[in-house]
């Protein structure tokens, strides 16, 4: 198996994403110097990222065939093989998560949530029952879901992730902004909105004691 | 101004989790060797990262103490100067962050919310007050607002942001699933869940072909 870094992979969705735009807007092939413009990655790396992925090579002049680049990304990225996950936490994160659109699209089922609040246990959200904390983890295993998607409050994160865990979770979309530990056998994955807040915030402040000169 | 790699600049708001929690423990002091346990990084790294930001050097065998460690990290992260956004789009996700509880403890005060939904304008979510999309480029200037948080569906994000740049946003926190054009000089940093459920699913099925074997 190739191995891939985490930003190579990262990029293959705003890759998937571009073309098929370009599909819907009828352009039949890309060459790299175009996505490279579009993108802002440089033409090696998309030559790079690209081949990694499909055999074909981008043919002089014309590039690479749009629609195919579409069918190969989708397959890596097993937007065709749909992976079960639940949520757990169904406050405003967990909600609107419930209520995302396109993560059917992108191979992922979310197909139920568990929350402690009486109020949203056994109602429906963005189409899925609310089940309570408590039967975690004799539901999940009967659900056969390998991910779990955490969007409780920090200080419940920990005690969740090893629930799941303990009742077949082979993997963790963390949303709580905390660091959680995990056996090394268990796939994590952080989602956390102040990393990425502490970037923009800091190249903020760059630009404007720039301007303040 | 040291300059600050993206990865370092994530892990800042981590240290400060965990060192929050620490305090409210009862931990005077901390030890590298302790935070990379707890939280996986290596010994050198946490010494480079806490070097960065302070000129305090740990004590042998005591460590740092934890207490300014905080204050260190959070003048650091600019928790304490309140940075002023606004959010475009107040559907399932803008909502989810409009009601966020912890973004004013992260010096990041929303202080309004655009749509273009008749029924939602006009409305509060999470207390804040949310206008006409059309109102945007009027208002955006009066409200002082320096961060618009992008939160519309992918085929309007772009016009959207060329219309708060125009109107005076210098950074964008983008949530559209899209790559979006800004000049160099504005701030850009993009939250893509596909992005980061890509790399999710890559390391479960590597997880999920090892246990077929």
């Known amino acids: ?6 930003n190579q992979l990262q990029r293959y969705p705003i890759y998937l994403k571009y073309f098929k735009s370009l599909s819907d807007e009828g352009v039949v092939d890309i060459s790299s110097p175009k996505i490279a413009k579009e993108l802002g990655y440089s033409e090696e790396q998309i030559r790079k990222d690209l081949q990694a992925v499909s055999d074909e090579a981008g043919r002089p002049k014309k590039g690479r065939n ?6 190969t990304l989708e397959g890596f990225l097993g937007y ?3 992976t079960t996950a639940v949520i757990i936490g169904c406050g405003h994160l967990g909600g609107a998560l419930l209520n995302y659109p ?4 992108m191979g992922l089922s979310i197909i139920a949530g568990f929350d ?8 429906m959200m963005g189409g899925k029952e ?3 904390l408590d039967k975690l983890s004799n539901l999940l295993p009967r659900l056969n879901a390998h991910i779990a998607i955490v969007t409780v409050p920090v200080g419940a994160a920990q005690e969740v992730v090893d629930t799941a865990i303990a009742s077949g979770a082979l993997a ?5 902004p905390t660091h959680i530990n995990v056996p090394s056998n268990i796939v994590i994955e952080n989602v956390n909105l102040a990393s990425s807040l502490a970037v923009l915030s800091h190249r ?10």
Do not use: C, Y
């Not at 963790?172 to 709580?176: E, L, T, V, Y």
């Open 116 to 123: 402690v609040d009486s109020q949203k246990i056994g109602t």
């Open 66 to 71: 749009v629609h195919k680049l579409i069918e």
């Open 1 to 6: 198996m190739k191995s891939f870094s985490k």
């Open 172 to 176: 963790i979309w963390n949303f709580a």
């Open 130 to 132: 609310i089940f309570p």
């Open 80 to 82: 065709r093989d749909s």
């Open 102 to 105: 396109n993560f059917d699209e």
């Open 204 to 213: 903020l402040n760059a630009t404007l004691s720039k301007e303040e000169k």
